[in-house]
T-cell receptor, first 112, second 114 residues
Framework: KQEVTQIPAALSVPEGENLVLNCSFTDSAIYNLQWFRQDPGKGLTSLLLIQSSQREQTSGRLNASLDKSSGRSTLYIAASQPGDSATYLCAVRRSRDDKIIFGKGTRLHILP | DAGVTQSPTHLIKTRGQQVTLRCSPKSGHDTVSWYQQALGQGPQFIFQYYEEEERQRGNFPDRFSGHQFPNYSSELNVNALLLGDSALYLC?????????????FGEGSWLTVV
């Protein structure tokens, strides 16, 4: 059974700090891993998609890495801003049945 | 280019009633998946539709059913509503042949059962 775990569950940091969000998954047979952002009461916005053959992806201040063999991914946010405050979810797309499994998310609060 | 659109955005129903939620996929996408997200939890997969048929199903009872139309839009129906069905219902669209491609989500439909 594929499980996705995100640590920490919640995080508060001062503005300007660099931070790392962690995601681990138990089954390494995946097509890809995707990081999403969710604002309160809203849907999911895709941030980064990493294919199973890739090691990392970058978009602006965001960098996501993938170590499939160890079942880990990290989302690095550089120079955090109050507007980064949201819940960040990671999801893996499982190879054997093409299902997408989500973690419970990390609630991030950037203090101005 | 419109993304994934869902309706209604919010609704309140009484226990025992039935509800229908609607989703239009992103242009060029032919696969629609539905997810339930309870407060403080990650989205849970309900089912996926492709070519007007249910292709996969998560661990949800038969009270949850769906439909996909020839224009790829989809409906989620929930019968005999329970208080525990209160959640954000998310629709996602994708292409089946592009398993490496990004999946796009709508803004969701907030369902409150009282």
């Amino acid at each position: 059974k594929q499980e996705v775990t995100q640590i920490p569950a919640a995080l508060s940091v001062p503005e300007g700090e660099n931070l790392v969000l962690n995601c681990s998954f138990t089954d390494s047979a995946i097509y890809n891993l995707q990081w999403f952002r969710q604002d309160p009461g809203k849907g999911l916005t895709s941030l980064l998609l990493i294919q199973s053959s890739q090691r990392e992806q970058t978009s602006g201040r965001l960098n996501a890495s993938l170590d499939k063999s160890s079942g880990r991914s990290t989302l690095y946010i550089a120079a955090s801003q109050p507007g980064d405050s949201a819940t960040y979810l990671c999801a893996v797309r499982r190879s054997r049945d093409d299902k997408i499994i989500f973690g419970k998310g990390t609630r991030l609060h950037i203090l101005p | 280019d419109a993304g994934v659109t869902q309706s209604p955005t919010h609704l309140i129903k009484t226990r025992g009633q039935q509800v229908t939620l609607r989703c239009s996929p992103k242009s060029g996408h032919d696969t629609v998946s539905w997810y339930q997200q309870a407060l403080g939890q990650g989205p849970q997969f309900i089912f996926q539709y492709y070519e007007e048929e249910e292709r996969q199903r998560g661990n949800f009872p038969d009270r949850f059913s769906g439909h996909q139309f020839p224009n790829y839009s989809s409906e989620l129906n929930v019968n005999a509503l329970l208080l525990g069905d209160s959640a954000l219902y998310l629709c996602a669209s994708s292409t089946p042949t592009g398993r490496g491609n990004t999946i796009y989500f709508g803004e969701g439909s907030w369902l409150t059962v009282v």
